[in-house]
């Protein structure tokens, strides 16, 4: 029975509850900001490119977190991550996506800086639809994140299925996809298409003046991504129902996919990392 009754308390800890009207009103408006940023764009039609957020799958709830303040803080899910508010104020970091791709490839839930639930490794698959059994699933992933990385410069040419096994095909040559060594602390390079999207520039928008205005997508290129976590693999994955050619690549926090069938703007693309997340977390057993 006292296990029982443990197992209660944890369960309940990690279930999402709605903000305070305080922290509510905070985190909506520090949300806002990042979000339209990059998405109102898209949104409005103005510019033909991928979303970086998307729809918003929830409102703006609590989750408890050991260091922040009264043991919880704001977050907010989003079709391809999850908002969580820090210390509010100016800086970029104030808004952070959270390890999502680190704990669905692990396991290791963070409920606090230095504490974790180990869960089994999400097996969902990474990209395209969500019936596509070619597609590796998050645990498949996990074995490779300690491989070596492709030397800088080399084109990409491995290949992952849904099994996790790496192999190469020369036929991907034609794409012409590089690896790139970024400098990152994790020895990953970056596949070239993900690092010109990371440090692209484009039309973004300030909510506080209601402009539009050319800019970096991202101050830091490293800010919605993290660092590597995996090489890029190319993988035969299904997007609406079609088998297609699909580069991957899984970050700290979210996973990249290049796709060279889609129009220019839609090549480069985040996954639904936010679904799948919330889906782990709170719909897996």
Request: aromatic letters at 10%; proline letters at 6%; one cysteine or more.
């Amino acid at each position: 029975m006292r296990r029982c009754f443990a197992l209660i308390a944890v369960l309940a800890m990690l279930l999402p509850v709605t903000s305070g009207s305080a922290a509510l009103g905070t985190a909506e408006m520090s949300f806002d900001q990042v979000s339209t940023r990059t998405d109102e764009p898209v949104a409005t039609g103005l510019v033909g490119r991928s979303w970086v957020w998307g729809s918003r799958l929830t409102s703006v709830v609590d989750e408890s977190y050991a260091e922040a303040p009264g043991g919880v803080r704001s977050v907010q899910y989003f079709d391809k991550a999850r908002m969580e508010l820090g210390v509010p104020g100016d800086s970029i970091w104030s808004v952070t996506t959270g390890l999502l791709a680190e704990e669905l490839i692990t396991g290791r839930m963070q409920i606090g800086n230095d504490t974790f639930v180990q869960r089994n490794p999400a097996t969902l698959p990474v990209a395209g639809d969500p019936d596509s059994r070619s597609t590796p699933t998050y645990a498949a992933l996990n074995p490779l994140t300690t491989y070596q990385p492709i030397p800088n410069g080399w084109t990409i040419i491995q290949t992952v299925d849904a099994s996790g096994s790496v192999a190469v095909d020369l036929r991907l040559t034609a794409y012409g996809v590089t690896a790139v060594d970024v400098g990152s602390p994790t020895d990953h390079t970056v596949a070239s298409t993900f690092w010109e999207f990371m440090t692209s520039r484009g039309v973004v928008y300030d909510i506080h003046t209601n402009e539009h205005h050319v800019d970096r997508l991202f101050p830091n290129p490293f800010y919605a991504t993290g660092y590597p976590i995996t090489e890029a693999y190319w993988t035969t994955t299904k997007v609406a129902g079609v088998e297609r050619d699909v580069l991957v690549q899984c970050f700290e926090r979210r996973c990249l996919t290049y796709t060279p069938d889609n129009p220019t703007g839609w090549q480069v693309e985040f996954g639904n990392i936010g679904q799948h997340y919330y889906q782990w977390r709170y719909e897996t057993p």
